[in-house]
């Protein structure tokens, strides 16, 4: 079944939430892949003021049509009262990259896996 692919920005508080978001979006096929960069320096305004938070950032392969169960996912598992959820779109794709994505966005027949 065709899919749009989207890229998704998320930053969680620490190595361990990460991971367990990570696994979480695996588990249920809402990602294909979970990247995690450790050692983010964000800067941001928050409640009115100027904020520096260490953080890490997970860059998800998903689907626009996964969207918003994976950002329902994200928001019900996450530490942050406003967790940063920011898909772009991709303008081009390898195509054997483009053929794994495909089978891995797949949910299993028997729905397991």
Do not use: D, M, P
């Given at each position: 079944m065709p899919f749009t692919p989207r890229l998704v920005?998320?930053?969680?508080?620490?190595?361990?939430?990460?991971?367990?978001?990570?696994?979480?979006?695996?588990?249920?096929?809402?990602?294909?892949?979970?990247?995690?960069l450790p050692m983010v320096?964000?800067?941001?305004?928050?409640?009115?003021?100027?904020?520096?938070?260490?953080?890490v950032m997970l860059v998800i392969k998903s689907s626009a049509e996964q969207f918003e169960a994976l950002a329902g996912f994200v928001r019900k598992h996450h530490s942050y009262e406003c967790p940063e959820i920011v898909a772009v779109a991709p303008h081009k794709i390898s195509p054997a990259?483009?053929?794994?994505?495909d089978e891995a966005m797949m949910e299993p027949a028997d729905g397991k896996g």
């Open positions: 920005f998320v930053t969680a508080s620490s190595l361990e939430e990460a991971r367990k978001l990570a696994q979480g979006l695996l588990e249920k096929h809402l990602a294909a892949c979970v990247n995690i320096e964000s800067h941001y305004r928050w409640k009115g003021k100027i904020e520096k938070s260490s953080e990259y483009r053929s794994w994505w």
